[in-house]
């Protein structure tokens, strides 16, 4: 879904997205792309951050309360904390305008290529004791991979897709210390290194909803000057 009111940006976007074999729809206000996620349940969605009405922020809060879509913010803004508000709303990557054809490809090819098996640590049989899920465990964190669906002790929680595939490379190797360089070829499938700041904000998100707090428990341990692994416990 394309979700942007210039008429010759959505048209390019929409042209794009079609050789790439999307069905795409295209919108032009966020009320009418927030009505629109609720019966198309799209897997993509390119989002303009200066929409007319509610902006695109407001937008993609509204999208993330029923879906998990991939969400790629476009925006003509220079201000790197109007990008940065996006990414901790939801988005799971940017693109500044203007962009180029070839760039927009490769954003969405590179979420799309996005690892979803590895080693497994443990997993579920089902009843004829074959092995069903890939499950990953971390104190009271566990990762069902294959069902996509994540826990703290009983609580599911409600991760966006980048949120959960971060949590996953962490956990499939808990001791390892991750760069942000290399989180962003695993996780995002780029090697541009000025998006470290997407691995940042996630890593924000994703701390936020596992409960850390000053006081509480910590999952996700910052490694000073080169990356994150998960916290020992």
């Not at 004829?128 to 991979?145: A, C, I, N, T």
């Not at 929680?157 to 190797?173: A, G, I, P, Q």
């Not at 509480?216 to 020992?232: A, D, H, I, L, Q």
Request: glycine share 8%; with cysteine; proline share 4%.
């Amino acid at each position: 879904m394309v979700v942007e009111d210039d008429e010759d940006i959505r048209a390019l976007i929409e042209f794009t997205l079609q050789t790439q074999g999307f069905d795409v729809t295209a919108v032009d206000s966020g009320l009418a792309g927030v009505e629109a996620v609720h019966s198309l349940d799209p897997d993509l969605i390119t989002l303009d951050l200066g929409l007319p009405g509610i902006d695109g922020i407001e937008t993609c809060r509204r999208i993330r309360e029923t879906s998990d879509a991939y969400i790629v913010m476009i925006t003509a803004r220079d201000d790197e904390i109007d990008r940065l508000i996006g990414l901790e709303t939801g988005a799971d990557d940017f693109l500044s305008k203007p962009f180029s054809v070839r760039e927009l490809k490769a954003r969405v090819n590179a979420l799309f290529r996005r690892p979803r098996r590895g080693p497994a640590l443990s997993v579920v049989p089902t009843s004829s004791g074959e092995p069903e899920h890939e499950v990953l465990e971390h104190g009271p964190l566990r990762v069902d991979v294959d069902g996509r669906r994540a826990f703290r002790g009983e609580e599911e929680l409600s991760l966006t897709r980048t949120e959960f595939d971060l949590l996953t490379e962490l956990m499939r190797t808990p001791a390892r210390v991750w760069t942000r360089e290399a989180l962003l070829r695993s996780v995002w499938g780029t090697d541009w290194a000025t998006d470290t700041h997407l691995v940042e904000v996630h890593v924000g998100n994703l701390r936020r909803k596992l409960g850390e707090s000053r006081e509480g428990p910590k999952f996700v341990r910052t490694v000073r000057g080169v990356g994150y692994r998960m916290e020992s416990l």
